[in-house]
């Protein structure tokens, strides 16, 4: 076994007995490679990437090839997931440099930690244009060895320009509505009409898109951005994208119809979309919307809830397809054979269900699960009886892998996700499950001075700082659960966790908030990315949470700071609105207020006080806070000085340092709300 044997990151584990001599990320490799005066490989990945297992297994359990890297090169494997800070500093080279990026992603570095050669998957023998990897390999010794001045000069040129490619912020300017109009208009113009969602394939799930499209509707009441946002909610949800058996979405479509997916699942994915699909309930009143938002938060529980209550990082796309091979989507996929075989005369219906075809939409004959369009009417009841029957089938097939490690940020995500979720459909499971990852990021994530630890495992705290996004879908997490649970502690926690984004991520001149504390390990450029990705990025998502905590709290600097962080959003969000959803999302709840709404009952549990929470919660003003609790209850600040009325419990609503008069009435607290 090697250096990675006594790591927590599932994905590091995976290569602790390659024949590779693997460092963890640390200063000791870094001065193994100037004492030995070797370049070093930097092998970057996760522990559900395909194309890392294909990797793996092509060249770093090749004895050949690891005996060539342990002579030649210091060799440092890295979890993307735990290390997001060297991810990205690398990755901003390799997509500089190559105008492509992905993983596995191949970096060599100085011992300096300077990129000099980059690159992703390399394939064992030349194939597609691509030299081999023993090639790549070959070809940096010998730069390394007779070249030297040569790769100092272009190591150096690269950290030079990484450091003048300069974020364009406009400091304390929020956009406005012009702004937001004009990134509705581009978003427009990207729209898929046929299929739903934006620009072609590879296509993602625009999680964050859709709730800026929902909060401007709700703002705005302009219909197409209602239309975009449902309708590429079904498509996705009638897609192989959505596993039509067990809940969840996979990471995404390889084709522009949402047929067949790329079958890894990860936590942040399905927190985003069942977020969304219960905020489009919340909407529309849409059965799909609300039957996959429960599904979803059913699938996060079932399958990706840990022993110490948090919520494990993914599954793997690959599984075993009962012949000892690892196959991608092995786990997911029917032939209309093995549907007669388990449902026998139900067959047939099932494959018209289910879109099974002979020729079958994947590989190999076989079909993912969607479900197409189609006339007439089938019996819900044998539906339901195919589904559990060929639920209990699948079950019994190997299982994918789970990455066990927990993500501070995802698990912030899952928080805000189950705890709406829950409130919205009457499931206190559902909240509970909520409160527990709570407990658990407050238990082993947070130390006693408010710093945040990024991963976990097995109830063991990693090594590593939390970034941003941590702080940042942590304290959205917890305000989210204040405002359904009417425990004040956790609007607390926020508070603690954005003082910190205030004090160490934030700079003081503009406004501009960095991807990493100023007190981190400083890598070869500190990074920084107001974009979103596959989550909200950690600028928008502190932006986020920076405006919902001054909204519960008054507080004039976390609001200041809000808006500040906003400025990039006026910049990015009319030219780039796909890659900046939540920022524009943010920006909505800023225009809007966002509203705060005061809900105080009497001490004994009530009817009238729960009928006017529940509406709270329900109502779609874009980013509206909700404090619940007794009068001259101290649980929150705006229960301060809100009395009840005649007697009964009341709601208050303000915006904008000016408040509309208490109403008792649930309906007229809708209105109030836009609900």
């Not at 209602?226 to 479509?253: I, K, P, V």
């Not at 994947?362 to 019996?379: A, I, K, N, T, W």
């Amino acid at each position: 076994m090697n250096r990675l044997a006594h790591e927590t990151s599932p994905y590091l584990l995976q290569h602790a007995d390659n024949p590779v001599d693997w460092w963890p990320w640390s200063a000791e490799a870094f001065e193994a490679a100037r004492t030995a005066d070797r370049p070093v490989l930097l092998s970057v990945g996760y522990s559900s990437c395909h194309w890392c297992h294909v990797m793996a297994h092509e060249s770093f359990e090749d004895r050949a090839t690891a005996d060539f890297l342990n002579e030649h090169f210091v060799c440092v494997k890295v979890d993307r997931e735990e290390r997001p800070d060297v991810d990205a500093v690398y990755m901003e080279a390799v997509q500089a440099a190559t105008g492509q990026g992905g993983w596995p992603m191949t970096v060599f570095l100085t011992p300096d930690a300077e990129p000099f050669y980059f690159g992703t998957y390399f394939p064992p023998a030349p194939r597609h244009g691509m030299p081999s990897f023993r090639q790549v390999l070959e070809g940096v010794r010998s730069a390394w060895a007779d070249r030297r001045d040569e790769v100092a000069e272009v190591a150096g040129k690269i950290v030079r320009d990484l450091a003048q490619r300069e974020i364009s912020h406009q400091g304390s300017r929020p956009p406005g509505e012009q702004e937001l109009a004009q990134a509705l208009l581009g978003l427009t113009r990207e729209y898929d009409p046929q299929r739903g969602g934006f620009g072609g394939a590879p296509k993602f799930p625009p999680s964050m898109v859709i709730e800026f499209l929902l909060r401007h509707h709700a703002r705005t009441g302009a219909d197409g951005a209602l239309q975009m946002a449902a309708d590429t909610c079904e498509r996705m949800a009638r897609g192989g994208l959505y596993d039509q058996l067990g809940g969840g979405f996979a990471r995404y479509s390889v084709d522009r119809d949402w047929v067949v997916p790329h079958f890894e699942k990860m936590l942040y994915d399905n927190a985003l979309l069942c977020r969304v699909y219960a905020h489009l309930w919340r909407a529309t009143g849409s059965e799909l919307a609300r039957r996959v938002a429960l599904e979803t938060a059913d699938f996060m529980v079932r399958e990706l809830r840990t022993g110490e209550g948090g919520f494990a990082s993914a599954l793997d796309a690959d599984s075993d397809d009962g012949t000892g091979r690892h196959v991608e989507g092995a786990y997911y996929v029917w032939t209309p054979a093995q549907l007669r075989e388990v449902l026998g005369d139900d067959a047939d219906l099932a494959a018209q269900y289910f879109g099974v075809t002979a020729e079958g939409t994947f590989e190999h004959g076989r079909s993912v699960l969607q479900l197409p369009q189609q006339e007439g009417v089938f019996d819900a009841e044998k539906i339901e009886s195919v589904k559990r029957r060929l639920l209990a089938e699948r079950a019994a097939r190997p299982a994918p892998g789970r990455d066990d490690k927990v993500v501070a940020a995802w698990n912030g995500l899952a928080v805000a996700a189950l705890a709406e979720t829950g409130a919205y459909f009457d499931r206190p499971d559902l909240v509970e499950a909520a409160v527990g990852a709570a407990d658990l990021l407050v238990r082993l994530h947070l130390d006693d001075h408010a710093r945040l630890t990024r991963t976990s495992r097995d109830g063991r705290a990693g090594a590593h700082a939390g970034v941003l996004e941590d702080y940042g879908d942590v304290a959205e997490g917890f305000l989210a659960l204040a405002s359904v649970t009417g425990e004040g502690v956790w609007l607390d926690f926020a508070g603690l966790l954005l003082d910190q984004v205030l004090d160490r991520f934030t700079d003081p001149e503009n406004g501009a908030l960095y991807d990493t504390a100023s007190d981190a390990e400083q890598l070869i450029r500190r990074p920084q990315d107001p974009t979103d990705n596959a989550v909200p990025s950690g600028w928008t998502a502190a932006a986020g949470a920076l405006l919902g905590f001054a909204a519960h709290t008054g507080s004039e600097a976390h609001r200041t700071a809000a808006e500040r962080a906003l400025g990039v959003v006026r910049t990015l969000g009319p030219r780039v609105p796909r890659f900046v959803g939540w920022g524009l999302a943010v920006a909505e709840a800023l225009l809007d207020g966002p509203r705060e709404v005061a809900v105080v009952g009497p001490d004994a549990p009530d009817p009238a006080t729960a009928a006017l929470h529940r509406t709270a919660l329900l109502g779609t003003a874009p980013g509206a806070v909700v404090a619940v609790g007794t009068a001259g209850s101290d649980e929150f600040p705006l229960l301060a000085d809100r009395p009840l009325v005649g007697g009964a419990a009341a709601a208050y609503v303000c915006r904008n340092f000016t408040c509309d008069a208490p109403t008792t009435d649930p309906e007229r607290l809708r209105a109030a709300l836009g609900g």
